[in-house]
């Protein structure tokens, strides 16, 4: 019997061993890499190397549109820190409205025209209110929307602050819904239609604007200077033909705004590459130069010319430098992202200086030097510094879309501000405007408990 038991142990263990082995057999390849011999990936390898790349691209590309969005925390505070504490609750509203406004003009109308299929290359006529994404469509219609939609409230709130201290609340709402919807759109399907269904004239001629010194900061600088010539400047702002400084209340949280926004660019440059690649590397590198060199240029002209290295126009120099980066970041090598940003701290600081004494345009917080003016030379200095090569044709379409963005939105806006002025009204009273928009638009004090300075010589601080 023991002898029985002890044989059918050891078949099981035969049998047990064979299946074993013919597992193994059935697992393994029929014909194995010889040594040395490279292995071609399966199929099923492939398609997971692009999906992981696919994963990538979508989480970059969000990743960037939340940092632009952050950039909106940064502008509320650079333009509330250099305007009057009176008027920082409506700093706020506008900014914050900026965005809100902004996004839902942009889902209804701007995207379409910007990026919607065209055959003229002027602007596109499908996929108004995101129609082009249906029910399990493609999912990257979302993304891409996400991403523009932030660049688009970065342009119309660039006015907000050369508008500062003496406009109506509703009438800069009507503004932000129309810049979003038309005046943005139409420049940015010329410049970058094809980034998705359409194709812009511009473009098509070798334009270079990569992630957007004209098509997003000249569009909102020159909206601005047309939006601060219709209403004019702040009581008191200019006193016997002689422009009279009205400082700001907080120089603290405006570098508070300018280090946001300095952070928010990396999602600027480097993320208009929608794709998470190694292009990202000497983008960030560039768009770190550029703003560097614009403060070192800044605070050296103002100490030079003010005999003090003034706080305000540094900081404008960073912002300056990063606007001059931002068209060329990703064709430019990092020795010309610093000269660029040098030169654009220089500029800016001529530039205030210029439309503050000369031309006599009140602008609170500089906005037309720092994103029309010095994004004008960004665009300019994108052919100039080309890495690639610098042709007359490179320069000649550079200075084409320079012009054509100012022949466009200046015009367009100052007839905007014209219709609001007459129809709504585009300026408070001036009762409004010596006791503060916050009180007279929005029934609320920003610094409630703050006292009035007696030397505040009529103007409230």
Not at 22 to 35: F, Q, V, Y
Not at 90 to 114: E, T, Y
Request: contains cysteine; neutral net charge; aromatic residues 12%.
């Amino acid at each position: 019997m023991k002898r029985l038991i002890i044989c059918l142990i050891a078949i099981l263990m035969v049998f047990n061993l064979l299946g074993g082995l013919l597992s193994a057999e059935e697992t393994s390849s029929p014909n194995p890499p010889l040594a040395g011999e490279s292995v071609t990936p399966q199929p099923e390898e492939a398609i997971s190397a692009t999906e992981v790349q696919r994963n990538a691209d979508f989480v970059w590309t969000l990743v960037a549109a939340f940092l632009v969005f952050f950039m909106q925390a940064g502008f509320a505070m650079v333009e509330a820190g250099y305007t009057r504490a009176k008027n920082a609750v409506n700093i706020i509203m506008k900014n914050m409205m900026d965005m809100s406004m902004g996004a839902l003009a942009f889902w209804a109308v701007g995207f379409a025209l910007m990026f919607g299929a065209t055959k003229t290359g002027w602007f596109g006529t499908t996929g108004f209110f995101l129609s082009d994404f249906a029910k399990d469509g493609d999912p990257w219609t979302l993304a891409f929307w996400m991403f523009q939609v932030v660049f688009c409230a970065t342009a119309a709130t660039i006015v907000s602050g050369a508008m500062a201290e003496r406009t109506k609340f509703a009438a800069y709402l009507a503004y932000s819904a129309v810049i979003s919807a038309l005046i943005y759109p139409v420049f940015g399907s010329w410049a970058w239609g094809s980034l998705y269904k359409g194709s812009g004239w511009l473009e098509g001629l070798g334009f270079i604007d990569f992630a957007g010194s004209t098509v997003v900061h000249s569009v909102g600088g020159w909206a601005a200077l047309a939006g601060a010539i219709v209403i004019g400047p702040r009581l008191g702002k200019y006193v016997n033909g002689k422009a009279r400084a009205i400082p700001g209340h907080n120089i603290t949280l405006a570098a508070l705004g300018v280090f946001i926004l300095w952070f928010g660019w990396y999602g600027f440059n480097p993320g208009s590459t929608t794709a998470a690649n190694t292009d990202i590397a000497i983008i960030a590198v560039n768009t770190t130069l550029a703003a560097a060199a614009g403060a070192v240029g800044a605070m050296l002209v103002s100490w030079v010319m003010f005999r003090k290295p003034d706080a305000s126009m540094t900081l404008n120099g960073v912002l300056a430098g990063l606007v001059g980066i931002t068209a060329g970041c990703a064709n430019v090598l990092p020795g010309s992202a610093a000269i660029i940003g040098l030169i654009a701290g220089v500029i800016v600081v001529l530039s205030v200086v210029f439309i503050d004494q000369v031309l006599k345009v009140d602008d609170p917080v500089g906005a037309v030097s720092v994103h029309g003016v010095c994004g004008a030379w960004g665009t300019l200095a994108a052919g100039l510094f080309n890495a690639g090569g610098v042709t007359l044709k490179i320069v000649a379409i550079q200075l084409l879309g320079i012009v054509a963005c100012f022949l466009w939105v200046f015009p367009t806006a100052f007839v905007l501000f014209k219709l609001l002025k007459a129809t709504m009204g585009l300026r408070i009273s001036r009762e409004e405007e010596l006791e503060g928009l916050d009180v007279g638009e929005h029934g609320i004090e920003a610094y409630p408990d703050f006292q009035i300075h007696p030397e505040a010589k009529g103007v409230r601080i």
